[in-house]
């Protein structure tokens, strides 16, 4: 039982992380250059989990899930099955719910490299992407390390979103934080032990790689 909810969890973590990765580094190399006003839109759209209370997130993506709306009913017509109460909305939440812990780091080190790196690049004739790939990246490999480590981390420990969209259905959307509040209802206290220890051991082990990855500041590593 604790089995199939950890699996399920680094499932979820894993999905979820390898998406913001994807999605997350255009978003913030697009804010880390652009000073317009719609920057600042799009930064507290980003930020908005970060002080929005999970339950109200979750609460607005069951009503958008669920199958009498557009995307619910399309979701269902395409496969079959319900969005809400699944792995896949569980997914989506982790995504919204997660992506400030991924984007800002990255932001905060994209903002830190020189104008004259990139200047320099475009004028032996990198494209923007190669300027990307070859010049940034590897600058901010840490960040990267960092930003993945914090949104894997933040998706483990999520409890709020993950219990609105998707119940607690064993082996299908019990993740290891509604399983622990499970046990503690049911006055389960040894099994609560086990699995507040590993989530309070997981996210310190975490915490201490992203310190020692960045011991003064997430950023481009330019010095070295």
Known sequence: MILDTVVLTLQLASVTTLILLVISPPLAWWLSRKNTWPRSFIEAIVALPLVLPPTVLGFYLLIFFAPQSTVGGWWEALFGVPLSFSFSALVIGSVIYSIPFVVQPLQSAFQQIPNTLLEAAASLGASPLDCFVSV??????????????????????????????????????????????????????????LL?????????????????????????????
Request: hydrophobic share 50%; proline share 5%; aromatic share 8%.
């Open 136 to 193: 940034v990246m590897p600058l901010c490999r840490r960040s990267f390390i960092t930003a993945g480590c914090l949104g894997f981390a933040h998706t483990v420990g999520e409890f709020g979103v993950v219990l609105m969209i998707g119940g607690n259905i064993p082996g299908e959307t019990q993740v290891l934080s509604i399983a622990l509040f499970d046990a503690v209802e049911r006055l389960d206290f040894a099994t609560a032990h």
């Open 196 to 224: 507040a220890g590993g989530l309070l051991v997981f996210s310190t082990l975490t915490l201490l790689l992203v310190y020692r990855l960045n011991p003064s500041r997430v950023g481009p590593e330019i010095s070295q």
